[in-house]
């Protein structure tokens, strides 16, 4: 990795855990993580399965509230304060910033994540539960999810405010939870014109249903490893792709 890169990744990431709202996220994280042993209590069935399915849930929904508040921001805060102008005059290419500015907010989920999986895992042993492997998948499949979120807010934050950023990246994952309903729906359009449109936007859209294992996991089900090894290549793929438009979008951009 070239300096220029992990400097503005690090600088990214420092940026990112002095925010006090990275902070608070992650400590309702994992309140909300532990506090699925209530739960538990509260509900007939098996209590470990019911830890672990709202417990994961939780760390879910508030590592992807991290993945936006802090993405959305990364390069429009940059351009509204005018630091943009100071990191740009030095040896440094806007290819390389945005590389930079991904990998720091990516090493930051990183953190986060792996704060709240410790003490998940360390919380399921304390419940009598043992240490399940299928869960550390979940968190690698997780893993990936944030990182097309990331890539997604990122991309947005490069021409727009961040109240537009929020709106987009949400919907954008909002329709990525259901985008298998695509696939079926193209079946019942009668205009042959219409299933092509409708298969377009499968492809095009990001597919975030595919990183999801919550059910295999909680119910003990087999997973399959060629849909893991697919979903890895279609995160790497579509990040990537992500990043490239960004980058795009990026050089064309005049800075007043």
Known sequence: MKPAIRGIAVNTFRESARNKMFYLLVFFGILFALSSKLVSFLTL?????????TGLAAINFFCVLIAIFTGINLVYKEIEKKTVFNILSKPLSRDEFIAGKFLGLALTMLTALGAMAVIFFAFVAVSG???DLGILLYFFMLYLELLVIVAISLLFSSFTTPILSFIFTVSLYLIG??????????????????????????????NLHKFNIKN?????????????????????????????????????????
């Open 45 to 53: 069935g098996d209590a470990m399965k019911v830890l672990k399915d």
């Open 129 to 131: 539960g043992g240490f």
């Open 177 to 206: 939870q259901v985008m298998w309903t695509f696939n079926e729906f193209k079946d019942y359009l009668a205009i042959p014109l219409w299933r092509v449109f409708t298969q377009g936007l499968y492809y095009l859209l990001p």
């Open 216 to 256: 295999e996991v909680v119910m003990g089900t087999a997973i399959d490893p060629w849909s893991v090894l697919f979903s890895v290549l279609y995160a790497l793929a579509y990040v990537l792709a992500l990043l490239a438009l960004t980058v795009l979008i990026f050089r064309r951009r005049e800075f007043q």
